[in-house]
């Protein structure tokens, strides 16, 4: 539509397909949306807005790496996601991720919460793995969302968004115009994939937990360290339990090698080897080759919306491979 005036006089400020997205987000996760053109833009302006050279920032030591890196100017705590924590006096800005990338580690919202308004200070979940159909951290008492959108909300593994949800209006006012401001925007058409993606996330989430739960069982007592918070065995179980909406697909193991890595990749037919996860094909991650500070074969595994059994086959096929020899 062509307007003079009102609304939408020029696309850097304005723009109607980001209005749809943002305000199924933002009903979703419970607050006012902002759209970003990534998860680390989402980010890194939640940090120009909130906060100042020296301000003191808790992020987990075992979440999102590049986090960790776009926050070295400010004074930070590294705390794990399973904690223990300390005490938040003087701090700013308390970021969790939970469950957190890759560790899958879950960390007590609410609690976590109290204890840092107590203290004054500002709590944002960082809600990629989750999705906003499977944790509401506004309504656990967190101030601020953010997530990339590129995983499992737009889901088909060919879009780059991120979002921030927030409870307070004058903060998503201020995002707003740190958007516009720096320029950085989010195109129309990923705006738009997502949204379309997004009316399938309840469908996938649900196929990918079934296959992630499948695979759990299928290779426990196979691999070291296998992660999955919705099964009852893993230590993050209770809490997730009691303060997700859902689980999703999102496994981590570990294998002996990087050429045990290699061996699984190659010898799989349904798995890629791909760093995004949530899409709508298993893919797995090898964290270690971008740096992240985790053993060398430890695997992000994204169950995507395959046939849950020609997925355990492949998978299990796979890992006999990996696992023959080194
Ligand atoms: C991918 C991811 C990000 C960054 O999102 P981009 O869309 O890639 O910029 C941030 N946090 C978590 C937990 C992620 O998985």
């Given amino acids: 539509m062509y307007r003079l005036g009102g609304e939408d006089t020029y696309g850097r400020p304005h723009n109607a397909t980001w209005r749809d997205l943002e305000s199924a987000l933002g009903s979703l996760d419970g607050g006012e949306c902002v759209l970003f053109p990534s998860?680390?833009?989402?980010?890194?302006?939640?940090?120009?807005?909130?906060?100042?050279?020296?301000?003191?920032?808790?992020?987990?030591?075992?979440?999102?790496?590049?986090?960790?890196?776009?926050?070295?100017?400010?004074?930070?705590?590294?705390?794990?996601?399973?904690?223990?924590?300390?005490?938040?006096?003087?701090?700013?800005?308390?970021?969790?991720?939970?469950?957190?990338?890759?560790?899958?580690?879950?960390?007590?919202?609410?609690?976590?919460?109290?204890?840092?308004?107590?203290?004054?200070?500002?709590?944002?979940?960082?809600?990629?793995?989750?999705?906003?159909?499977?944790?509401r951290p506004l309504e656990l008492g967190a101030d601020i969302v953010v997530a990339s959108d590129t995983k499992a909300v737009a889901g088909h593994s060919d879009v780059v968004l991120g979002h921030v949800s927030v409870?307070?209006?004058?903060?998503?006012?201020?995002?707003?115009?740190?958007?516009?401001?720096?320029?950085?925007?989010?195109?129309?058409?990923?705006?738009?994939?997502?949204h379309r993606g997004l009316g399938t996330l309840d469908?996938?989430?649900?196929?990918?937990?079934?296959?992630?739960?499948?695979?759990?069982?299928?290779?426990?007592?196979?691999?070291?360290?296998?992660?999955?918070?919705?099964?009852?065995?893993?230590?993050?179980?209770?809490?997730?339990?009691?303060?997700?909406?859902?689980?999703?697909?999102v496994l981590t193991f570990e294998l002996p090698s990087v050429a045990a890595v290699d061996r699984f990749l190659a010898a799989s037919e349904l798995v890629a080897a791909a760093t995004s996860f949530g899409g709508l094909h298993s893919s797995l991650d090898r964290r270690a080759q971008w740096g992240d500070p985790v053993p060398e074969g430890l695997c992000r595994f994204s169950a995507g919306c395959e046939d849950p059994a020609d997925l355990v086959a492949d998978v299990l096929r796979a890992l006999s491979h990996a696992l023959g020899s080194d």
């Fill in 203 to 249: 469908l996938r989430l649900a196929r990918q937990a079934q296959n992630a739960a499948a695979l759990y069982e299928a290779m426990s007592g196979k691999v070291s360290g296998l992660r999955w918070p919705g099964a009852p065995e893993d230590p993050a179980y209770l809490l997730a339990a009691q303060q997700m909406r859902r689980f999703n697909g």
């Fill in 39 to 135: 998860g680390m833009a989402a980010i890194s302006a939640l940090f120009r807005v909130l906060l100042s050279t020296g301000d003191t920032l808790v992020l987990p030591s075992d979440g999102y790496f590049l986090t960790r890196r776009l926050a070295s100017t400010y004074s930070v705590v590294e705390v794990p996601t399973a904690g223990p924590y300390p005490s938040f006096d003087g701090v700013r800005l308390v970021l969790l991720e939970s469950p957190s990338n890759p560790g899958l580690n879950v960390c007590d919202i609410a609690s976590l919460a109290a204890e840092a308004h107590a203290a004054g200070a500002l709590v944002a979940v960082d809600n990629t793995t989750a999705t906003p159909l499977g944790q």
């Fill in 167 to 194: 409870v307070d209006a004058s903060l998503a006012e201020r995002l707003r115009d740190e958007r516009t401001l720096s320029g950085a925007i989010p195109g129309p058409f990923e705006a738009w994939l997502a």
